[in-house]
T-cell receptor, first 113, second 112 residues
Framework: DTGVSQDPRHKITKRGQNVTFRCDPI?????LYWYRQTLGQGPEFLTY????????KSRLLSDRFSAERPKGSFSTLEIQRTEQGDSAMYLC???????????FGPGTRLTVL | AQSVTQPDIHITVSEGASLELRCNYSYGATPYLFWYVQSPGQGLQLLLKYFSGDTLVQGIKGFEAEFKRSQSSFNLRKPSVHWSDAAEYFCAVAANTDKLIFGTGTRLQVFP
């Protein structure tokens, strides 16, 4: 399967803990995106990368959130000092170039207790 | 600012019936438009896209959508719905930036 993969699929953590999610895009895709989806809503943009360069961040992305794509391949999204409001599905997508179709991974569901 | 409106939160149809899901967008120029489908607990699957050219676009699983500039709409249609089509459907727009702006989704329920 050469689609977008995300790890872990589910994460349960206690408030105040740090969590890190990983995304592996489709291999030839230059662009990688992170979105957050809460119950009953469409995905909301968080940030994206062109190769290893982070080009845009949403205002949703507070200083507790950080994302990296160190070698232009996989990416990590870290949330520090998690809050209950961070509970959501975190989706990763990749595209060959933009603005073009984005292909999504299965998501990481975060539950903060 | 770009935005997407999906007026129908929940639609119920009988298997075999036709389907139309509505999508309206707000953007000054011609946007890039997409429809995605999401099954429970899953990521999003691209159904179809519109960039330019023919305003009627064909997608996977027998879906099609029509871009109507005058109405700022990009409605999704299927002539005969199957029980496996039950899912959440999202319309999205990408304007002059790379990020997708999604609507709030329409949940489709299919009765046998």
């Amino acid at each position: 399967d050469t689609g977008v993969s995300q790890d872990p699929r589910h994460k349960i953590t206690k408030r105040g803990q740090n969590v890190t999610f990983r995304c592996d895009p489709i291999s030839e895709h230059n662009r990688l995106y992170w979105y957050r989806q809460t119950l009953g809503q469409g995905p909301e943009f968080l940030t994206y990368f062109q190769n290893e360069a982070q080009l845009e961040k949403s205002r949703l992305l507070s200083d507790r959130f950080s994302a990296e794509r160190p070698k232009g391949s996989f990416s990590t999204l870290e949330i520090q000092r998690t809050e209950q409001g961070d509970s959501a599905m975190y989706l990763c997508a990749s595209s060959l170039d933009g603005p073009g179709p984005q292909y999504f991974g299965p998501g990481t569901r975060l539950t903060v207790l | 600012a770009q935005s997407v409106t999906q007026p129908d939160i929940h639609i119920t149809v009988s298997e075999g019936a036709s389907l139309e899901l509505r999508c309206n967008y707000s953007y000054g120029a011609t946007p890039y438009l997409f429809w995605y489908v999401q099954s429970p607990g899953q990521g999003l699957q691209l159904l179809l896209k519109y960039f330019s050219g023919d305003t009627l676009v064909q997608g996977i699983k027998g879906f099609e959508a029509e871009f109507k500039r005058s109405q700022s709409s990009f409605n999704l249609r299927k002539p005969s719905v199957h029980w496996s089509d039950a899912a959440e459907y999202f319309c999205a727009v990408a304007a002059n930036t790379d990020k997708l702006i999604f609507g709030t989704g329409t949940r489709l329920q299919v009765f046998p």
